[in-house]
Nanobody, 121 residues
Framework: QALLVESGGGLVQPGGSLRLSCRAV????????MGWFLQAPGKEREFVAG????????YYADSVKGRFTISRDNAKNTVYLQMDNLEPGDTAVYYC??????????????WGQGQQVTVSS
């Protein structure tokens, strides 16, 4: 188990950018894969991006490829989601995750509290 604390959500216009951060405060994250999921109103939570323990392997949902970038700084115990060229369809609550293993695919061990991202004119 880990406590994952997210920040960086907010309101942005279409075409704008946001950067979400997720810091693991209860344990080190350096040995574990990390990721991001989103949940739009009335829909199932779905995968957005993942990153292996070393940061060398990354994975993205087709809908965000070329627009979002996941990265991590193990020294800071933090994972990031850089969100560029945002679209109204990106509006959702974004949840940081920690996995049991060092790479994807795998089971999720912890969830962050969620960050609301709203893309609107």
């Amino acid at each position: 188990q880990a406590l994952l604390v997210e920040s960086g959500g907010g309101l942005v216009q279409p075409g704008g950018s946001l950067r979400l951060s997720c810091r693991a405060v209860a344990r080190t994250m350096s040995s574990y894969a990390m990721g991001w999921f989103l949940q739009a109103p009335g829909k199932e939570r779905e995968f957005v991006a993942g990153i292996s323990w070393s940061g060398r392997d990354t994975y993205y949902a087709d809908s965000v490829k070329g627009r979002f970038t996941i990265s991590r700084d193990n020294a800071k115990n933090t994972v990031y989601l850089q969100m560029d060229n945002l679209e109204p369809g990106d509006t959702a609550v974004y949840y940081c995750t920690m996995y049991y293993s060092g790479n994807l695919p795998g089971d999720v061990s912890s969830w962050g509290q969620g960050q609301q991202v709203t893309v609107s004119s």
